[in-house]
């Protein structure tokens, strides 16, 4: 069995260091983790997305949006929030 030079190996090395590298935030990443600040997920009954079952998030201040439960249907959006006033 041939094996393939040095510096061919190390090239495909790191080929395959790098589309490791490159696809990480794409393995694990789900729509809920991927909005940072003020968001909210829906979460629905099925992948028609019309009958809401529950939502989590935070508000434009910092509140907890909590109710209901969660399902693999989610649709998570972040919120914009340019004249809130959050209470001290």
Do not use: N
């Amino acid at each position: 069995m041939k094996f393939f030079p040095r510096s061919w190996t190390i090239r495909i090395l790191l080929a395959a260091v790098l589309l490791a590298a490159l696809s990480i935030p794409f393995l694990g990443s789900s729509s809920e983790a991927a909005i940072a600040g003020p968001s909210i997920c829906v979460y629905y009954s099925d992948a028609t997305h019309t009958t809401a079952v529950g939502a989590r998030g935070r508000g434009c201040c910092g509140e907890v949006i909590s109710w209901g439960i969660t399902s693999p249907y989610v649709h998570c959006e972040r919120l914009y929030c340019p004249t809130v006033i959050c209470p001290q």
